[in-house]
């Protein structure tokens, strides 16, 4: 595009004089103009191919889906369409959308400082480092915050080796920690890795779940004199499909990291706050593992938000100068203050016990769906809202996603991978939503069957 000066300043000013509008104000004319736009801006300015991978584009006949607001567990597009949201954003609207609560904090710090200064001490920073540190299990206790998941990976992975002075991880087959260079070094998928090779050395891959694997790859290690500087994994594989590991399987690496001098980080980044039915993942085995990241979440839905954290012990590493890892935005006031109101919310609406009756709930419904009609479903699995419903095929998986979408319920599984569809709703959301979910779901079983 050239170079237009006038229409750039334009173009700023006619999307934002739309959104300074109050909601009633806004023209019928002026919504389909939105969505007209945004598919035409999304095909020449973001990028083409989602066009054709998002079912809201390829689904919806007339005007594509186009976001334009939320609540709770209910979104809207441009047009005024209602979508039931089983997808939370994959975890990053566990308090729902919109919380007041979290609104409500956020605006009140937005009216004294959005950011910090960089140089004076920021009392919201501070504070949620203690807020995590008595919420975190075992000594963990400091805390560096950051915008998004991958760059809590990545700090980790730092901090893991300046403490241990090695330089080998040990990750999981199918892990997903990001998608940075140092994060997808740990990504346990070839599609993203192997056009970036080589990435970062000396990283080894246990399938999830399998402990034995893990200390046959940490003895050959040391027996090929390679240190290894931790051993990472998701304590419940999101991306992956929702899926748990053995209850042995968590124990069992806190006690072959301490055994063999390496470091165990949990990467909470979906699963913490509640998701899967307790504050974290890590403790239904009551495991304390060495360095936490956190993310999505964490910023309670409305302002982005990450972090790592570690014992003081580890930590230690980084207080001779703390200027070895920094970053100019995270961990903003705004975002600890959003932070800081979705814990509350977690801690108000019991959020994690919520998250495990909506299992005990959903689970008995969603096995007699399968029971109802045969041949769709090979497996449904979960902890907590985190539950995967995993399809005989990618094709199966598409139908049923893109039948959902059409009957307004929005769950992940794109053209591209619909094998397993994640639900993963807001934790807060009402039973009667749940219920029509699973109504939605039956009729699109129907559709598939017939
Ligand atoms: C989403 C996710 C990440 C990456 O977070 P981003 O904010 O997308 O960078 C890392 N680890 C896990 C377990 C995740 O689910």
Redesign the pocket.
């Known amino acids: 595009m050239h170079r237009d000066l006038a229409l750039a300043k334009a173009e700023a000013s006619r999307i934002l004089d739309i959104v300074r509008k109050p909601e009633e104000a806004i023209t019928q004319q002026e919504r389909e103009r939105i969505a007209r736009d945004t598919t035409e801006n999304f095909a020449n300015h973001i990028n083409k191919g989602f066009l054709q991978y998002r079912k809201s584009v390829t689904e919806s006949g007339g005007f594509a889906v186009t976001e334009w607001m939320g609540q709770g567990s209910i979104l809207r597009d441009v047009l005024g369409r209602e979508f039931i949201d089983m997808l939370g954003g994959?975890?990053l609207y566990s308090y729902g959308i919109r919380h007041p609560r979290i609104v409500e904090a956020v605006k009140a710090q937005l009216d004294r400082s959005p950011q910090y200064s960089q140089e004076m001490l920021d009392p919201l920073r501070a504070q949620l480092g203690k807020v995590l540190a008595a919420m975190t299990p075992g000594d963990i206790q400091y805390g560096f915050f950051a915008n998004?998941?991958?760059?809590?990976?990545e700090g980790a992975l730092k901090l893991a080796k300046f403490h241990t002075g090695k330089a080998g991880f040990i990750s999981t087959l199918k892990g997903?920690?990001?998608?940075?260079l140092g994060?997808l070094s740990v990504m346990g998928k070839a599609m993203f890795r192997e056009p970036l090779l080589p990435l970062l050395g000396n990283v080894r891959f246990a399938p999830f779940g399998d402990a034995d694997a893990v200390e046959a790859h940490l003895a050959s290690a040391k027996a090929v004199g390679e240190g290894i500087a931790a051993v990472i994994a998701?304590p419940v594989q999101?991306?992956a499909g929702a899926v748990a590991p053995p209850d042995d399987y968590w124990p069992r690496l806190r006690e072959l990291c301490t055994r063999y001098g390496a470091l165990l980080i949990a990467?909470?980044?979906?699963?913490g706050f509640g998701r899967t039915g307790a504050i974290f993942g890590v403790d239904h085995w009551d495991v304390a593992p060495d360095i936490m990241?956190f993310?999505?979440a964490l910023g309670g839905g409305v302002v982005?938000l990450?972090g790592f954290m570690s014992t003081p012990e580890i930590w230690k590493v980084l207080e001779p100068n703390p200027f070895m890892h920094t970053t100019t935005t995270g961990g903003n006031p705004l975002a600890c203050a959003s932070a800081l109101a979705g814990i509350e919310v977690m801690f108000e609406e019991d959020l994690p016990a919520q998250a495990k009756a909506k299992n005990d709930y959903l689970m008995p419904r969603l096995q007699g769906l399968a029971e109802r009609h045969p041949g769709i479903f090979r497996e449904i699995r979960g902890k907590g809202l985190l539950i995967g419903l995993e399809f005989m095929s990618g094709e199966v998986g598409y139908k049923v996603a893109a039948g959902l979408f059409s009957r307004r319920v929005l769950t992940a599984g794109t053209l591209t991978n619909a094998e397993c569809i994640r639900i993963e709703p807001a934790l807060n959301v009402p039973y009667d939503v749940l219920d029509e979910m699973l109504n939605r779901l039956e009729d699109t079983l129907r559709g598939i069957a017939a």
């Open positions: 994959f975890g998004s998941g991958t760059e809590a990976v997903f920690h990001g998608k940075t994060s998701e999101g991306e990467d909470e980044v979906q699963t990241c993310g999505k982005p990450s």
